[in-house]
């Protein structure tokens, strides 16, 4: 019993001596409370809408401040355009439009019924299932107060007078795998390269071939690029073989253009592998290096937009996830597989992700030179 707590004596100090790796054990608690306590919020609140108000009338005004007077609901524009409702939905603005007709009214003052046409985007078909049922509490509980008394009293106690006509676009059947095999197909490559780039280096230091490799006739950056290039290269093929058994599984079927999709995927595995150059410098063992990595994998995960909507988060917590690459990601590849998005469409993904796509894999790489010198 002695030589047991000998050798917890001996394993303790070492986990002491490890300055990093203590400071990293004491911190990471915290960072994952405030994370994981504000992201996991499943309400569904916020909903980034669009009306087009053509009745234009006290009546239709009213009925958009009720929606105003929700937390359900987020009117981020009003139009007279149609046409705008659809382009702001496949442009990620929106994730609801709602046309109100110009005899709205008119219909509402003559027999107090009136109909409204609302498009959801269901690539989420739970959010658009809840955001359904949140309008239509809406509508049998404020639609009264826009009826006259004369024409209500013939109607039943809590008949709704207002009937949404509901059309769900791009997953018209609510299906939650058309909805999370993409992502999970984003998760996999993650997980693919960003431990296997953290631990390739690494490695090389703890078998001290890396001093060999660093007298071969080659530049750092080239070193750099033939360890990482492998993995980018796997990585691909790996998201091929995904999509196919997607497709053959699931029965879910890409609709936009393959060369964008690869497209996004390289810039985004521009960043996992160039956090996974980072982690190896940091890192002095494979253990501390798939530790750090899986503490980035968590927080990139649940700020993503994987699980839950970014929308549902705090709105500190939305400033932060617009760093994360694979939020970025998430949008990509969901809109390129359900919406058959063009490029235009998805640029104000692509940018911020080539950005810090480049940027992480530049950094990570001047940081490993200078730590050979």
């Not at 001996?10 to 986990?15: D, N, P, R």
Request: glycine content about 6%; hydrophobic content about 50%.
């Amino acid at each position: 019993m002695k030589k047991f707590f000998i050798f917890v004596k001996k394993e303790v100090l070492q986990i002491k001596a490890d300055s990093f790796m203590l400071r990293f054990l004491l911190l990471a608690p915290f960072l994952q409370l405030i994370i994981l306590g504000f992201s996991l919020n499943q309400d569904t609140k916020n909903i980034r809408t669009v009306i087009c108000d053509l009745d234009k009338t006290q009546l239709s005004r009213q009925f958009i401040n009720e929606l105003r007077t929700t937390d359900r609901f987020s009117i981020i524009a009003e139009t007279t355009d149609y046409n705008t409702l659809e382009k702001d939905i496949r442009q990620w603005k929106a994730a609801a439009g709602i046309y109100i007709p110009p005899d709205f009214s008119e219909k509402l003052s003559r027999s107090g019924t009136a109909s409204l046409t609302v498009l959801l985007d269901s690539v989420n078909g739970s959010q658009a299932l809840t955001a359904c049922e949140y309008l239509a509490e809406i509508t049998a509980d404020k639609a009264p107060s826009l009826v006259p008394e004369t024409i209500l009293a013939s109607y039943a106690a809590g008949s709704s007078t207002i009937t949404p006509s509901v059309h769900y676009w791009y997953n018209p059947e609510l299906r939650n795998e058309s909805y999370m095999i993409p992502g999970v197909a984003v998760l996999i490559i993650t997980v693919t390269t960003l431990m296997l780039g953290a631990s390739s280096l690494v490695r090389e230091k703890e078998t001290g071939t890396l001093d060999q490799l660093l007298v071969m006739p080659l530049s750092k950056l080239e070193i750099i690029a033939g360890k990482l290039f492998p993995f980018l290269v796997y990585a691909c093929v790996e998201l091929f073989i995904l999509l196919i058994l997607s497709g053959f599984i699931f029965t879910i079927h890409r609709a936009g253009s393959i060369l964008l999709l690869y497209s996004s995927v390289i810039l985004y595995l521009f960043a996992t592998l160039g956090l996974g150059l980072f982690i190896s410098v940091l890192a002095g063992t494979q253990q501390q290096a798939m530790f750090i990595a899986w503490f980035f994998m968590i927080f990139m995960i649940l700020l993503s937009g994987f699980l839950l909507p970014v929308d549902n988060m705090p709105q500190w917590l939305q400033y932060i996830t617009l760093v994360n690459p694979m939020r970025y990601m998430m949008e990509c590849i969901r809109a390129i597989y359900l919406k058959a998005s063009p490029l235009k469409y998805l640029l104000p993904q692509l940018i911020p992700l080539g950005i810090i796509g480049t940027g992480i894999l530049a950094g990570g790489t001047a940081l490993f030179s200078r730590k050979l010198r």
